[in-house]
């Protein structure tokens, strides 16, 4: 049944792999993204839309704030899912507007970061939910400022760690949004 779902309409991930081709080579989001795709998402923005089952949630159909927010990133100059929106059509049966994007894993940091997807390490909403590789790395980040003696040293070290520059970038625009 579908009484697990908050809306009937769900959303879906097209894996490209093995068998189905290994990956679309087309320039899906224009010149600025990527040419190369193993993973795309035909999003259907169940949350706060107005299909959804909660009459709260209807009422607050926010359906472009994800990639209003990706845009804003990237004309900051950072790294965000670039995607649009599109009508789906499953044999013949109109299924509704999408939006369809990037999916931000280890393929899509390789992309845009160079190297291999084996050297990412992808979390999905915090430390605990390992989607590939480790937390090790994101750990080990918090932990130095607890290991340093001043916040001066502190600051020093998680500059040999993370853009803090662009880490900036990344919250100013969370902030705005």
């Given at each position: ?142 932990n130095l400022s607890a290991t340093s003696p001043n916040t001066v040293t502190a600051f020093e070290n998680l500059k040999g760690k993370l853009d803090v520059a662009d880490f900036i970038d990344y919250l100013l625009a969370n902030y705005y949004l």
């Amino acid at each position: 049944t579908l009484n697990r779902w908050k809306n009937y309409k769900l959303s879906f991930r097209l894996v490209l792999r093995g068998v189905y081709g290994g990956q679309l080579d087309y320039p899906l989001f224009g010149p600025d993204a990527a040419n190369s795709y193993d993973t795309i998402v035909l999003d259907s923005r169940p949350q706060n839309s107005w299909v959804h089952s909660d009459s709260v949630q209807r009422t607050s159909a926010e359906y472009v704030r994800d990639q209003a927010s990706s845009n804003t990133q990237l004309a900051l100059g950072g790294y965000a899912c670039h995607g649009r929106p599109v009508h789906l059509y499953l044999n013949g049966l109109y299924w509704g507007l999408y939006w369809v994007h990037e999916r931000p894993d280890d393929s899509f940091a390789a992309s845009y970061l160079g190297g291999e997807k084996e050297d990412y390490d992808i979390l999905k909403h915090d430390y605990t939910n390992i989607v590939s590789g480790s937390n090790t790395d994101y750990m080990a980040l918090f932990n130095l400022s607890a290991t340093s003696p001043n916040t001066v040293t502190a600051f020093e070290n998680l500059k040999g760690k993370l853009d803090v520059a662009d880490f900036i970038d990344y919250l100013l625009a969370n902030y705005y949004l």
